[in-house]
């Protein structure tokens, strides 16, 4: 099951305590609603995704599946994966979804990865401004994918040369 949250981080495996998902989430300012449960990924490359999910739809899936079958998955988790291994090359990469945004940047290495809740393309342009205080994003490859890429990519090469459309789920 992938769940799409802006309500998601990412934490080193060998740090990862099961059983804290909604203290981890709320010291990373994402206190969990009412309406809301905290899980987790499998660990995947040494990382773990914890994320908020509506307990209603939580529910669903454990009574559908026992309980160990539901695997979860986060874009996040997926974006921040996806290069490991390889070598050398800076790029941002930016997956959408129909509701967020999953952002990581990699320089020698996973630098950063992020979930934003807002998928805007004026929203996309403020953050990657604000990574660019960060990084010198000219040198560094713009990789979009997922929903609306071509569009999005269309307007980001209105500012920043490097970018391009990529498979990245």
Do not use: H
Not at 9 to 17: H, M, S
Not at 41 to 58: F, L, N, T, Y
Not at 98 to 107: F, G, L, M, Q, S
Request: glycine share 8%; net charge negative; proline share 3%.
């Amino acid at each position: 099951m992938t769940i799409d949250t802006a309500k998601t981080l990412l934490l080193p495996a060998d740090i990862y305590e099961p059983g804290a998902e909604a203290e981890y989430l709320l010291f990373n300012g994402m206190a969990l609603s009412a309406d809301e449960v905290a899980v987790a990924s499998k660990e995947q490359d040494g990382i773990v995704a914890v994320m908020a999910v509506p307990a209603a739809e939580w529910r669903l899936c454990e009574e559908r599946y026992e309980r160990g079958e539901v695997r979860v998955i986060s874009p996040l988790l997926s974006v921040a994966t996806a290069r490991r291994g390889k070598r050398g090359g800076r790029a941002v990469d930016i997956l959408l979804t129909a509701e967020n945004v999953y952002i990581a940047v990699w320089e020698k290495g996973l630098k950063m990865a992020e979930a934003l809740p807002d998928n805007s393309v004026d929203s996309i342009l403020y953050y990657l401004q604000v990574l660019g205080r960060q990084f010198r994003l000219r040198k560094f490859d713009i990789n979009v994918g997922g929903e609306r890429a071509g569009e999005v990519a269309d307007a980001l090469r209105q500012y920043f040369s490097g970018v391009k459309t990529a498979s990245l789920a």
